[in-house]
């Protein structure tokens, strides 16, 4: 683990007023407590994070940006994951309103200093944080629970779909099967298919259970996609020669099959433009899963 | 005169003609702001996306939902382009027609971006100014696509006649070309398709009012067309029959009789007995079906077809369609957003 230079952590101090004057607001300067001045961690590995007192510039920050964290136990880690001097601090909400399951997975935030002040860049539920392999702009990817992996993409951390589980390799529908597949998405997008040859057909097997696979085809192109939600897909299977939907939805073409069973099957994964969400089998149809999705970092 | 004085004319005139109309640029930058926010990271690729949405919405014949209301908002271009950024034309499209999506949550933001972004002037991108009137102006539109290579660009009217068409079988068209309503239609094969669709409706309904199965209760119980009594239709089941058959209750007092049958033979005899108005009753009821039918809340193309409110918690938006004759149905949901509620306790962890 690389130490962070003590010169360096000093002046971010110093860049601090006293505690009493100091600005309160959500985009004054971070005041590290005297005990973890001397060192800020990065590289790859855990990144522990410890309780922090009931007043501090810490807190203060997090509560600004997060305003559940107020009245509730939070524990800190300050870590630079792009080991560029400036470090980011990760937080984590232990109060029952913030916390699920057992192991207890609480709400963990990671805010990072801007050009706009303080944001918020990544915010999921979890028991234990790991940096990461370095990514896009040198930044450290973000592990949570040892199963989720958020890349930096600049902006903010997005969930690897791929690095969840079995990826879905998309390829072009096969000539005979596009028109069958095509009905799937309704008789409006079978018109613009006929109209327009940039709308394609994309077309995966995924296996969803130890020797049962399903269909997995996406509508792509000009009109077939929204901005927001992405392009619609449809959870097939084959059943007496014609398809039967197990599943509808939309994202995008990040898909991967989890190692989680759920009934006997495994849940889908599926990326969108602004997050990710996670299907699961009901017994009948792959659903959507309550409190698995989320959206990624402030947006 | 200065010799270059007409070339300068001609090139101003040409500018004029060429260049985009700066308040056509103007709605674009608008609508992209409005639905992408500002500063919008990629303006560029927005006003695309929007320019091939519309492409889809034209091409899938979606823009019959112009017009038609919903809640208080009257649906126009700039509310379908902005409900088609969501989640994609075609699954737009499939909203509209069918009621299904994907999920609930993306049915009310479609029909939130419908109502939200509506009034927006996005003729720069449809090329078409905002008409004021109930029907479409983008029928007649051709598909467009800057993507479309093989030349195969169609017209939406036309397509719409066919389907219409198609569906039509034999049945005496007395409404005549032009039935639908005239003049709010551009096309007139669109017209004459659902003049005689409408038609073939009226026919149906004659066909039932005069069969001996159910046959509207007859004076006698007897069907128009086969003389029979009606057992089984509408006369063996009516409250009129049961009463005149003695077993209501006797604390029931019915209507008498002789005042119903009086009041039935000034109707239909005129007040000197028979049955000489019954048919001049029936051309008249006739004859004001068509009309009924082309009251119209959706620009006409649906007889009788409005978008029911989208008011509720669920978030879950129905469309209604009744086809003015008191028949009423509903396009649901699909089965997976009708999981019982049971089913979400499966995945609590």
């Known amino acids: ?299 | 005169m200065n010799r270059f004085a007409p070339r300068a004319l001609a090139a101003v005139l040409l500018a004029a003609c060429v260049l985009p109309a700066a308040p056509a640029r103007a709605s674009v930058a608008d609508f992209v702001s409005a639905t992408c926010g500002t500063p919008c990271a990629d303006p560029v690729g927005e006003e695309q996306r929007a320019r091939d949405n519309w492409s889809a919405l034209t091409a899938m014949g979606t823009t019959q939902w112009v017009g038609s209301t919903m809640g208080s908002t009257t649906v126009d271009a700039s509310g379908l382009l902005a409900a088609s950024r969501y989640a994609g034309a075609s699954e737009l499209d499939r909203w509209l027609t069918t009621g299904v999506t994907a999920d609930p949550a993306v049915a009310q933001q479609m029909s939130l971006a419908l109502q939200q972004f509506s009034g927006i002037d996005v003729s720069g991108i449809t090329g078409i100014s905002k008409d004021a009137s109930a029907t479409d102006p983008y029928a007649n539109q051709a598909y467009a696509s800057t993507s479309t290579s093989t030349g195969s660009s169609s017209n939406l009217a036309t397509n719409l006649v066919n389907a219409l068409q198609t569906s039509l079988n034999s049945g005496t068209a007395f409404m005549g070309p032009g039935g639908g309503g005239g003049s709010g239609y551009c096309n007139k094969g669109v017209d004459d398709a659902l003049g005689a669709n409408a038609q073939k409706y009226v026919n149906n309904m004659q066909s039932l009012a005069t069969s001996s199965e159910f046959g509207f209760s007859q004076l006698g119980g007897s069907a128009i067309s086969s003389g029979q009594r009606s057992a089984s239709g509408y006369y063996g089941s009516s409250c009129l029959d049961s009463m005149l058959s003695g077993t209501r209750d006797m604390l029931f007092k019915p209507p008498a009789l002789s005042s119903l049958l009086s009041q039935l033979s000034s109707m239909f005899g005129g007040g000197s007995g028979g049955c000489g108005n019954a048919q001049t009753i029936m051309a008249q009821l006739k004859n004001s079906m068509p009309n009924g039918v082309f009251a119209s809340g959706l620009g006409g193309f649906f007889p009788h077809a409005s978008m029911t409110s989208f008011e509720g918690d669920s978030g879950s938006a129905t469309t209604g369609f009744a086809n003015g004759f008191g028949l009423a149905s509903s396009v649901g949901q699909s089965s997976i957003m009708r999981q019982p509620a049971s089913l979400t306790s499966l995945f609590s962890r």
């Not at chain 1, 990326?271 to 299907?279: A, E, H, K, L, T």
């Open chain 1, 1 to 299: 683990m690389r130490l962070f230079p003590l010169t360096a952590a000093l002046a971010l101090s110093a860049a601090g007023l006293p505690a009493a004057a100091a600005p309160q607001g959500v985009n004054a300067p971070l005041v590290m407590p005297r005990d973890r001045v001397d060192r800020v961690p990065s590289g790859a590995g855990e990144i522990r994070l410890a309780q922090i007192p009931g007043e501090s510039r810490e807190r203060t920050l997090v509560e600004g940006i997060v305003p559940e964290a107020a009245g509730q136990p939070v524990e800190t880690a300050v870590y630079d994951l792009d080991e560029d001097g400036k470090p980011e601090l990760v937080a984590r909400l232990l109060g029952p309103k913030s916390c699920e399951g057992q192991p207890a997975r609480c709400r963990t935030v990671v805010l990072r200093s801007g050009r706009n002040g303080w944001e918020k860049v990544l915010d999921r539920k979890s028991a234990k944080v790991e940096a990461g392999k370095m990514g896009f702009g040198g930044m450290r990817a973000v592990v949570l629970d040892g199963r989720e992996t958020f890349n930096w993409d600049g902006d903010g951390y997005r969930m690897d779909v791929a690095a969840a589980g079995a990826p879905v390799v998309f390829q072009d529908a096969p000539a005979s099967f596009r028109g069958p597949l095509l009905s799937q998405f309704g008789p409006g997008a079978v018109k613009l298919a006929a109209r327009s040859p940039r709308v394609a057909v994309k077309v995966a097997s995924a296996s969803v259970r130890d020797g049962s696979q399903v269909v997995v085809a996406r509508l792509e192109g000009p009109g077939a996609c929204g901005a927001v939600l992405g392009c619609p897909f449809r959870v097939l299977q084959v059943k007496s020669g014609a398809y039967v939907t197990l599943s509808e939805g939309l994202g995008d073409a990040k898909m991967a099959v989890l190692p989680v069973m759920r009934t006997g099957y495994r849940d889908i994964m599926v990326g969108s433009p602004r997050g990710w969400s996670v299907y699961g089998w009901s017994g009948k149809s792959y659903v959507l899963v309550p409190g698995e999705g989320g959206l990624e970092g402030r947006k």
